[in-house]
Structures are given as C-alpha cells and as structure tokens.
C-alpha cells in the first residue's frame, strides 16, 4: 500500500496490501465520499476539482469562483474507488491526491465492480458516515447538506437521492425514465420496495448502518444499490429519501439492457434470501411459543404481542415479503 499523508509531509512509503494502492488521510473526519471509477480518464480530474473547490467553499455548484463562498458543514474526504481501471485513471487520481494533500485519498482494485469498489472503501472507512456520488455529478452538488446533514443529526440511518419524487428536476431522454420508472415499479410489485429510486448514484450510510449492511450484500456490481436498500427495508432502518437536481450525463458508457438483466437476476435472489429470512424467522417464533407449553399464561401471550414478527405480505406469487422500513422524504 502506497501512503502519502499530511502528518508526515506527503512523504510516499509503500506496501503490499491484496493489489490495494492508498492515499490515506490520517485523521477522522465526518464523511467519506466515495468516488467509484473504471476507466474515467475523460471526466474524473474536472469531477473531483470541482467537487472538492465547491466543499472548499471556492466555487458554487457550477465551478464558478465565488469570493465569498462558504465551507461544507461537515469535514470530509473525497475517495477515489478506481476498480481495475485499465487507462490512465488511476494516474490522475495520483495527481489529485497530491494537488489536495489531506482532502483526497484513492484505492485501487485489481477486480471489477462499482459494488465491489464502495464495499472496498466504506468498509476501511471511520468517518461518521459514508456516502458516494457518480463521478459525472449528475446530481447537484447543492443537494449534498440535504443527503449528509440528517445522518450526523441521527436522524435517519441512510439517506438516498431519488430522481422520481414529484420535487425532483431531471433532464434525461425518454428511455432511461423509462427504463428507470419501469425498473422500480417491479421492485415496488416485485419485492415490496416502498422507496422510490433504487439506482440513483447519490447515497449516504451512517457507519454503523454500513458495518451492518456489507456483510449480507452478495453482489460486486450494478445490482449492490438495490440489494443495500431492501435489506435495510427488511431491517427496519431509517430511511431519508431526498428530492434532488439532476442531469443525465450523456456520454455514459453503462450498458443499460445488460445491467437491467443483471438486475433482474439480483432482484430474483435478494427476494429469495429475503423470503428466506422471513422463513426462519416465523419458525423460530413459532418454537419459541411451543416451549411455552399448551398452559401458557394471558401474561406471556400478552409478552409475545408486544414484541410482534415483521409484518409479511404476500406478492403476485404469493411469497412473503418483509415490509418494514421507516420512511420520510
């Protein structure tokens, strides 16, 4: 692992950590904002310049220079997830990290997989709460107080941006709305989901929250924002879903058909893992209620009550779905 820190006046020293290159900021602060890359050599240097000068309080929203301009509310490191990028993308992130000593760290993976990569990052991560954003910031930056803030306020255990509320203002063609309301009205038929943008690149976790998310999330790729969600849906988390300001980047080079077979794949096991879950969980009350004994007291049926099993419904297929989440936009 290659290091270059403030607290030792940038000087690199290297080791070899499982293909994993860093630049790592030594002290805590209150975000991690995750940067997933592959292959981003067109748009990753103008990205994160703009990101962090408008953190830095030097620019708006739109990279013009403001005299004025005020800081984030929050400390924060921009991270550079480069996941096997075979261009020159891990060499411009060198160069950010040297051009914004103490603001920017960046890893690199010898595997594929924008999942793969947040897991990678959020997982090393002691920042209060971990977060990441498309490196074409299609999403406003101004929207990042409105993601952020209610996870430091304990207010919510994740926050995500939804380009499908009615507040939202989004400029894309009329495929991807399309493709993307298509996909989460199946989700919502499908899986039960009762958030309303699962793919939207703009997501914030609470440490916590991460640490106890990652282990059960089975995919490294498209699918990993879909899967973060029902599972918090399963668990009962707070959910913070914001309205936000988007534009579609036009120069995307994600094949949206084949992720949206992928997804569908995914889509069909979480619910398999999720109906699973349920199982175990409705055989384990049941036993529970049968060591009591057919004498059981008013006092203990009463006890049971109080503490009820996750409230199942069935879908088009008759399979139970977890529906618990506690939701506000």
Known sequence: ????????????????????????RPKRVDVD?????YNEEEELDDSVRLLASYLL?????????????????????????????TDFTWAIAAKLCEDFPGFIRAIHLDEKGRGRALKTAWGQS?????????VDLSTSLANLDDLILPLLGN?????????????????????????????????????????????????????????KLLPLIQDDAWFFDTELLLLAQYQGLRLREIPVRWVEDAGSTVDIFDTAVKDLQGMARTRRTLNSLSSEGTGEKENARAKTGANAT??????????????????????LIPRKLSYTV
Not at 157 to 180: H, N, T, V, Y
């Open 1 to 24: 692992m290659t290091v270059i820190d403030s607290a030792t006046e940038n000087v690199a020293h290297t080791e070899s950590e499982g293909g994993i290159i860093s630049w790592v």
């Open 33 to 37: 904002l995750v940067i997933p890359v």
């Open 57 to 85: 309080g030097r620019t708006n929203e739109f990279g013009a220079p403001v005299a004025d301009g005020t800081r984030a509310a929050f400390t924060w490191n921009i991270v550079i997830a480069d996941n096997a990028s």
């Open 126 to 134: 002691q920042a209060r709460v971990v977060a990441y954003m498309d």
């Open 155 to 211: 207010q919510a255990d994740l926050a995500i941006g939804s380009r499908l509320l009615p507040q939202s203002r989004i400029r894309r063609s009329i495929k991807r709305e399309f493709i993307s309301r298509s996909y989460n009205l199946l989700l919502r038929t499908y899986c039960q989901a009762r958030f309303h943008d699962a793919q939207c690149g703009f997501k914030a976790l609470r440490l916590e929250t991460a640490r």
């Open 298 to 319: 008013a006092k203990a049926g009463a006890g049971a009550s109080a503490n009820p099993a996750p409230a199942l419904l069935p879908d088009f297929r008759g399979a």
